[in-house]
């Protein structure tokens, strides 16, 4: 005989209806955690998602089938079976087309992701009132073969020293992997790509000052056994998994905000869907005051502009993004014609 299916819910969500449909499927096989899991999980830790994704457009890492199953990213909101109070944003994709994501503006609409099977939430860097001008800059530090969890915090110190230098305020977090995510918010003025520029000025600092431990090579055949910058993700259309979103992994870790005072003592493996809201309850949030402060990233434009005239300019971008004017060819250095022939 098969399994009986428990039947749908209707949970209230800052005060809207969110219908819970098979609250017992798995969505994490090796640990067992259903839908429901997730779902709650989201609720329990709602204040601290929720200042990472309030008004921000939102593409949505979705696993109807569990973390085993097929995956896809929604970047435009369904036409059908969407509650009527759900709200999105127009954004902006480098190609200049445009699509209409999910805009969270209160807890409900990420219960109702959850629900239709979203596991990770990766907001973009800016908010539904300036769409092209990111309000958040990241730094993702990304270990590369060889390195581990160790190598990375060691590269945040010096991303926290050159940041207390401009007298900012850097928000770590774990990436839920090996890797740390700093946050920084800026005011929204400038575009994305100045914003990008400004944060390979800040990536180029943080390399000057410990270049056998860090990089800011886009090509991984020069990064060495260093941690590497990844600069492109302040390009238009990237995203980062958000602090406090469960990661798709075996485990169910959860990408975690830190203090610089812990950063050093911890492991990605000590956040998951159980330990986080915890962690919570008795500690609060080490984001809470993320957006006290919005800092003018004039400093980093001019040590672009500096960088530049030193003959240090721009940077290849993804490869999926349009050519942009300035930037140097997408090459890789050991298939590069012209460079084998000035060597």
């Known amino acids: 005989m098969a399994a009986s299916r428990s039947p749908a819910e209707e949970v209230e969500v800052a005060g809207r209806p969110v219908r819970l449909t098979s609250p017992d499927k798995v969505c994490f096989p090796s640990r067992g955690y259903t839908k429901r899991d997730v779902f709650e999980y989201y609720l329990a830790v709602g204040d601290g998602i929720m200042r990472a994704l309030r008004d921000r457009p939102t593409t949505l890492q979705r696993f109807p089938d569990g973390i085993d199953g097929e995956m896809f990213y929604q970047k435009r909101m ?3 079976g969407v509650p009527p109070w759900v709200e999105s944003a127009t954004i902006t994709f480098p190609s200049g087309r445009t699509a209409d994501e999910l805009c969270p503006a209160d807890l409900a609409h990420v219960a109702w992701a959850a629900q239709m099977g979203t596991v990770v939430f990766h907001p973009w860097p800016v908010r539904r009132s300036a769409p092209d001008n990111p309000d958040e800059l990241r730094i993702d530090l990304d270990p590369q073969p ?19 230098d401009l007298g900012w305020t850097g928000y770590p977090k774990t990436s839920g992997g090996r890797g740390v995510h700093v946050y920084v918010r800026i005011e929204p003025k400038w575009s994305f790509v100045q914003v990008r520029r400004a944060g390979i000025a800040l990536a180029r600092e943080v390399e000057r000052r410990s270049p056998q431990r860090i990089t800011t090579s886009w090509w991984k055949e020069e990064r060495g056994d260093r941690v590497f910058i990844d600069y492109n993700q302040m390009a238009r259309d990237r995203t980062i998994a958000c602090a406090y979103s469960l990661r798709a992994n075996a485990r169910a870790t959860v990408s975690t905000p830190v203090t610089w005072a812990e950063l ?14 915890k962690r919570i309850a008795q500690l609060g949030d080490p984001h809470a005051a993320i957006d006290e402060v919005a ?3 004039t400093p980093l434009l001019e040590w672009s502009e500096r960088d530049e005239k030193a003959g240090a300019g721009d940077l290849p971008y993804p490869p999926d993004h349009p050519k942009m004017p300035g930037e140097p060819k997408r090459v890789q250095p050991s298939k590069d014609r012209d460079l084998k022939e000035k060597r």
């Open 78 to 80: 369904a036409t059908r």
């Open 146 to 164: 060889g390195l581990d969890f160790g190598d990375v915090v060691a590269a945040a110190g010096v991303v926290h020293e050159v940041l207390g």
């Open 264 to 277: 050093g003592d911890v492991e990605p493996d000590d956040f998951d869907l159980r330990t986080v809201p």
């Open 295 to 297: 800092h003018d990233i």
